[in-house]
């Protein structure tokens, strides 16, 4: 069992930064595979970035390549992910998952653990 408790959203202008924080609970993740996804209003739950259990490994969607970082602590149980260049269309729910089966980095039924999630604003 893994809990998840995402932080640092907030309130930011086009350009500017945030690092979001998922702490997790668990003895277990070290050994897992972390995710973030974003839920914007009306729309369907995206994938983000996904990182292995060691971090050797990253993977992002398209449209946060080259602007957003993911990371992971496991001395910390945390994963972050740093939004650079953020931009209005980045605004959205962000939610914190861990993997609990193989498959497909960016297929969000190979998550079985989320965060409650935290918001991210960017205004124009």
């Known amino acids: 069992q893994v809990q998840l408790v995402e932080s640092g959203g907030g309130f930011v202008q086009a350009g500017g930064s945030l690092r979001l924080s998922c702490a997790a609970s668990?003895?277990?993740?070290?050994?897992?595979?972390m995710g973030w996804f974003r839920q914007a209003p009306g729309l369907e739950r995206d994938f983000v970035a996904s990182?292995?259990?060691?971090?050797?490994?990253?993977y992002y969607a398209d449209s946060v390549k080259g602007r957003f970082t993911i990371s992971r602590d496991n001395a910390k149980n945390t994963v972050y992910l740093q939004m650079n260049s953020l931009k209005p269309e980045d605004t959205a729910v962000y939610y914190c998952?861990?993997?609990?089966?193989?498959?497909?980095?960016?297929?969000?039924?190979?998550?079985?653990?989320w965060g409650q999630g935290t918001q991210v604003t960017v205004s124009s």
């Open positions: 668990g003895r277990t993740f070290s050994s897992v595979s």
């Open positions: 998952a861990a993997r609990s089966r193989t498959g497909y980095y960016y297929d969000e039924r190979t998550y079985a653990y």
């Open positions: 990182i292995n259990w060691s971090g050797g490994s990253t």
